[in-house]
């Protein structure tokens, strides 16, 4: 056979020529490339524009938290992954109302399990954050830092505070992290994330965007009050 068809590769008018096996192969080019835009493929990509937009909105701003990645993924990857279900289930409205809408987003996936607060009260610029210490990581240092990501349920106007383990305060069994916000939302729900993240940045641990376990209370707080303390972790 002509050397200039053992290799043949390459395409003229409307057909394809290959080399497959050593047979040359034509083949002729669709017309027409048909999208049929099955209730399947209409779901699937209305999920993933609408995680696209959760990733823009809330993932972003977390995403080098994100300690576990499956395969040869980066975070955007992971988060999509991790969300893309939930989005098929849920319609975003053309008006996003604010946070809150994205309740229940993983924002970060991390080597350790998710961390839950037990109680959050929240009074003017102050919210407190109470913890179990069974519920942490064994291998949690006070150089580690706690990330929390809080925010109005309402609105885009959220915050991400950064604390070490160490500012922490400890009595008994339970773990109290104050945060001062001048923006705090007085007299409605938050939304919030909590992730843990070791000091080389080797893990972190996975967290939810969350408004359980908040409430709002009247409480007096004295100007010049020192909340913060330290916790000794063994």
Known sequence: MSTIFTKAKGSFGNMTVSTQKGRIVFKEKPVMVLNPKTAAQEKQRSAMRDTIVAYKTIGKRLKHLTTSISGYGNPYSQFVKENIELFKEVTMPKDLPGFGFFTGVKCVNGRWAEIKAQEISCNGEVCEMLFNKADMPEDL??????????????????????????????????????????????????????????????????????????????????????????????
């Open 141 to 234: 240092k006070q150089d580690d830092k706690v990330v929390i990501f809080i925010a109005g349920k309402n609105g885009f106007n959220g915050k991400t505070f950064e604390k070490k383990v160490s500012d922490l305060k400890q009595v008994a069994d339970d773990i109290t992290l104050t945060l001062k916000w001048v923006n705090m939302p007085e007299k409605e729900q938050l939304v919030y994330s909590i992730t843990l993240k070791s000091a080389d940045g080797r893990k972190s641990s996975s967290s939810v965007l969350r408004s359980d376990a908040i409430k709002t209370e009247e409480r007096k707080v004295k100007p010049g009050t020192d909340l913060a303390g330290s916790v000794q972790f063994v």
